[in-house]
């Protein structure tokens, strides 16, 4: 039995003495009390604060970068990183405040239906478990395309390797939250670590420790820090670099999707009140000094236009295919390259076990919002929505439609999709946020009353999601452009938009089946259901204290004592 979890109160599902039956036989929408449908608190808050920078932190760095720095220059990627990573912290400051008010089972498919309008929920939660379906298959294609730096297909089938990874995964993820929390802090500190060790490095190469050419802002005055070439069709000059800073921000964007996946956590977080903001506080300063510095860094150690990053930007996912292995090769440094391309592989298969995480609880937190099958709801003994899981560890199935070369470009495709569904998500996340403000103002509840405030308040949300809408609707404005080929514009117009009219379905689809309305600011209910969080908080705080004056010297764990400092 799981300390501090909703069913440690429990005796039984089927207790009827008093006391237990008052929660038991409670039923309210988004948060579980029953023994069969809720999950475990197993997350404390290490787990919470690295899944969420490890859930930022992957290729879309280590190898995204690259495409980005090819097309725009140093200038225009630290630009573009800079302004998501602002909007990313915006929408987890949003998301923090709510959360950590009232941490529900639903996570941020409740918050939605709640506080701003069932229907948004409602789409919400079906357009993110629809893009977290679809990233696994992704990621476990990018393993197998990563082993192939070592193994080529020809002597081992990339099926081999699928079937491997999404075996484990599916594993990892069913023997319950605590392992899983304890699989996934230690990968995402790894992740951490061989960030240092990139930045180091391109430290090293940009002050020339590695080849005695110190290199400086020099590639930033030539070529320069903005590629003035954007197509046939757009004259070289000022147009053209910002057409090239704009397309950067699409990818920026791509890059950080999955940072949010920490309001999904809510539901299995120890003292998520604390817990919650802590985990968005320190996500805005590893955003800074992990995204931030490693853009900066990479555009000081290759030039825009060198031919070897033309030839990654052509390869697959594996480390040719990255920046920083370009900038190793070209500074003379032996042996780095397999071993990011190790650290790589590790990456995907991290991003594939969080990304089915994710898929299954927002599954849940959509049956326990009412809006999926109540089967989805159910859990076993060790707090893992079984049904959940397994459903969309079903569709992980689809990377083997990648053993054929002639597919990948259809996850190619997929890749544009899943941005799209991101961006949606993030707005969505930042619309409740704004209602959910107005409706707490309006009610009378102050900041002071808050256990956490989002630092720019309602206006950081509205500029976050000003931004978001602008990117989200010129996302692929390439696709007008009459240089690329008919077939190319077509494809990529109907991946990159597809998520808007399915989104938009979803919600009035739902208000006319439903007939649901908009919640309004002075009917917002902010306290049901906060009676059982809040004397959970005290349960839990009242244990630890008890077990601190037990034991004193409890909590100078090995994380603690050398880890906890790096990060």
């Known amino acids: 039995m799981e300390s501090g979890s909703l069913r440690s109160r429990h005796s039984s599902p089927h207790d009827k003495t008093a006391g237990s039956n008052e929660y038991e036989t409670e039923q309210i929408r988004g948060i579980e009390t029953s023994a069969e449908t809720s999950l475990h608190r197993g997350l404390k808050a290490r787990h919470i604060s690295m899944i969420a920078i490890g859930g930022a932190i992957g290729t879309g760095l280590i190898i995204g970068t690259g495409k980005a720095l090819a097309k725009a220059g140093p200038g225009a990627i630290l630009i573009s990183y800079s302004i998501i990573g602002f909007v990313v912290f915006l929408v987890m400051a949003g998301l923090g405040e709510i959360s950590a008010w009232l941490p529900m089972s639903a996570g941020f498919t409740g918050y939605a239906s709640r506080f701003c309008d069932p229907s948004l929920g409602f789409a919400l939660g079906w357009t993110y478990w629809f893009k977290y379906i679809i990233l696994p298959p992704n990621q476990l294609t990018a393993a197998a395309l990563v082993i192939q730096f070592w193994l080529p297909r020809d002597r081992v089938n990339p099926g081999v390797w699928i079937a491997i990874f999404l075996v484990l995964i599916i594993s990892i993820n069913y023997f319950g939250i605590k392992f899983f929390g304890e699989f996934e802090f230690w990968l995402s500190s790894f992740k951490v670590v061989v960030i240092i060790g990139v930045i180091l490095v391109s430290l090293v190469i940009t002050a020339g420790g590695a080849d005695g050419h110190a290199r400086g802002f020099e590639f930033w005055r030539d070529p320069g820090a903005f590629n003035s070439h954007f197509g046939s069709s757009v004259p070289d000059g000022a147009l053209s670099r910002f057409l090239n800073f704009y397309s950067t921000l699409v990818t920026a964007t791509f890059a950080f999707l999955g940072t949010e996946l920490v309001g999904v956590t809510v539901g299995e977080a120890q003292n998520p009140r604390r817990t919650i903001p802590r985990a968005i506080k320190l996500t805005f300063y590893r955003i800074v000094v992990f995204y931030i510095v490693s853009v900066f860094l990479v555009g000081m150690i290759v030039p825009y236009n060198h031919p070897d990053l033309a030839f990654a ?123 959910f403000v107005r409706a707490r103002k309006a009610q009378g509840l102050t900041n002071e009353m808050m256990p956490y405030t989002a630092p720019l308040g309602i206006w950081g949300s509205y500029v976050a999601l000003f931004i978001c809408v602008l990117v989200a609707i010129t996302k692929n404005f390439d696709s007008f452009i009459p240089s690329l080929s008919i077939k190319t514009n077509y494809t990529n117009f109907i991946t990159g938009y597809i998520g808007i009219p399915v989104y938009l379905i979803l919600i009035f689809g739902h208000k006319y089946w439903t007939k649901s309305k908009g919640v309004r600011p002075h009917e917002c209910d902010f306290y049901t259901g906060k009676d059982i969080i809040d004397r959970e908080e005290e349960e839990f705080l009242a244990q630890q204290a008890a077990e601190k004056a037990a034991n004193p010297n409890r909590g100078r764990s090995f994380y603690k004592t050398w880890v906890s400092w790096l990060f």
């Open 313 to 435: 930007n052509n390869a697959s996912t594996s480390a040719a295919a990255s920046p920083f292995v370009v900038a190793i090769k070209l500074a003379g440094i032996n042996v780095l390259p397999d071993i990011l391309n190790a650290s790589i592989l590790l990456f995907v298969f991290s991003a594939a076990n969080s990304d089915l995480y994710i898929a299954s609880r927002t599954l849940y937190g959509l049956a326990s919002d009412g809006s999926a099958p109540a089967i989805f709801r159910r859990t076993d003994n060790r707090g893992v929505p079984i049904y959940a899981l397994f459903t969309s560890a079903l569709f992980g199935l689809l990377a083997f439609l990648n053993v054929s070369d002639d597919s990948k470009e259809v996850f190619g495709y997929f890749v544009n999709v899943t941005t799209i569904l991101g961006l949606l998500s993030w707005i969505s996340i930042l619309v409740t946020h704004i209602w």
